[in-house]
T-cell receptor, first 113, second 113 residues
């Protein structure tokens, strides 16, 4: 079974601060996704990373895939209240799990005004 | 991407009854999944809905409790049978796209009394 551990589990910061969320595993993934979920809605895909060492930027969000494709990080610069939500990483392996993703246990981010 | 709708958005049901949740996609998709989620927590995969064949259930989930239909490539239903308060949760359907990306419906919030 592939496990994904996210840290921290909860994060509460002031608007304008920077933060990093980590997603770690002992398994190698073919691809890794980050999702954000707001209350009352389904998770929304933010990014997919597939190459070891890959860095992708989405406005104030920077995503990095580890060189060994076992871990990933999400960095938010100058957080805004609209960044509040549950952040989930999900990994999938081409050779196992028949196309299914393994989800991390989530990081709940609260950005206070 | 894909646009996914779910019905109902929420329901309150009595124990012992059954509820069928519908998931409609705006385009044909091969992979459809059903998840369960406690508020603020990660996703637990219930089953993969296969078109033209029986669903593939994850460990801990059985067809008698969670029968799934997939009559075509744009529609699926999940029934929660003989409900108990422990079934109170958010139920989400999703569709899979390239590189294991998933697009989620808005979820069905179920409360069993």
């Amino acid at each position: 079974t592939q496990l994904l551990e996210q840290s921290p589990q909860f994060l509460s910061i002031q608007e304008g601060e920077n933060l990093t969320v980590y997603c770690n595993s002992s398994s190698v993934f073919s691809s890794l996704q980050w999702y954000r979920q707001e209350p009352g809605e389904g998770p929304v895909l933010l990014v997919t990373v597939v190459t070891g060492g890959e860095v992708k930027k989405l406005k104030r969000l920077t995503f990095q895939f580890g060189d060994a494709r076992k871990d990933s990080s999400l960095h938010i610069t100058a957080a805004q209240t609209g960044d509040t939500g549950l952040y989930l990483c999900a990994g999938a392996c081409l050779y196992t799990n028949a196309g299914k993703s393994t989800f991390g246990d989530g990081t709940t981010l609260t950005v206070k005004p | 991407s894909a646009v996914i709708s779910q019905k109902p958005s929420r329901d309150i049901c009595q124990r012992g009854t059954s509820l069928t949740i519908q998931c409609q996609v705006d385009s044909q998709v091969t992979m459809m999944f059903w998840y369960r989620q406690q508020p603020g927590q990660s996703l637990t995969l219930i089953a993969t809905a296969n078109q033209g064949s029986e669903a593939t259930y994850e460990s801990g989930f059985v067809i008698d409790k969670f029968p799934i239909s997939r009559p075509n490539l744009t529609f699926s239903t999940l029934t929660v049978s003989n409900m108990s308060p422990e079934d109170s949760s958010i139920y989400l359907c999703s569709v899979g796209r390239g590189d294991y990306e998933q697009y989620f419906g808005p979820g069905t919030r179920l409360t069993v009394t």
